[in-house]
């Protein structure tokens, strides 16, 4: 009777402990180098860019490349998103190898005004973050924060990863009724090759 009773509460703990992520893995080589989640119709890519702008997850020795953080706004309705603090998360652009972690290519230095809304568009508006793994800059705005390049070296021949994992939420209005759309969490990892 003991035995099941421990039973029962280990999994009670177990099953409460457990939160629902709905993950993205992008593989080194993969045909599609972005990963996407789409929750009604609010759709929200992570990807690495090349020094020419591509998407990809191969990269050569010495070349600099960028974390791309964008959300597109697909409804009828244009939305409020005053949710910055994704790129204040310790592991967002936070480069990792075999245990090792390389850190991150900015520092957060401020916001440019507190938490202020700003309407991300419909049919196909954007807001989106870009951040250079090399960054010489001392000072740089960005959705509505300000950071500092931390001027990270180049990284070596090898296998990296990204990741980080996100709540995002939009505030929505239609004139009257006012509610807050969340994605739930959201986990985001690309697997890339410095070669």
């Not at 960028?66 to 936070?94: A, Q």
């Not at 700003?118 to 250079?132: C, D, K, L």
Request: hydrophobic fraction near 40%; glycine fraction near 8%.
């Amino acid at each position: 009777m003991r035995y099941q009773i421990s039973l029962i509460i280990f999994i009670i703990i177990v099953f409460a402990g457990c939160e629902d992520i709905d993950e993205f893995v992008v593989d080194v080589l993969a045909e599609d180098p972005v990963a996407v989640h789409e929750i009604d119709r609010i759709k929200i890519s992570f990807c690495l860019l090349n020094e020419m702008g591509d998407s990809t997850t191969v990269f050569e020795q010495g070349e600099n490349f960028s974390f791309r953080l964008r959300i597109e706004n697909n409804t009828e309705e244009s939305l409020p998103f005053y949710d910055y603090d994704v790129y204040r998360l310790n592991d967002f652009c936070k480069v990792r190898s075999k245990g090792k972690d390389y850190g991150k290519p900015f520092k957060f230095l401020r916001y440019s005004m507190t938490k202020e809304m700003r309407w991300i568009f419909s049919n196909g508006g954007q807001a989106g973050f870009i951040a250079p793994w090399h960054d010489e800059r001392i000072e740089f705005p960005m959705m509505h924060g300000y950071f500092e390049g931390l001027n990270q070296p180049y990284l070596r021949k090898g296998e990296y990863y990204t990741e980080f994992a996100y709540n995002f939420s939009f505030g929505y209005s239609n004139g009257k009724l006012a509610k807050e759309i969340e994605t739930g969490k959201l986990a985001f990892r690309i697997n890339f090759r410095i070669q």
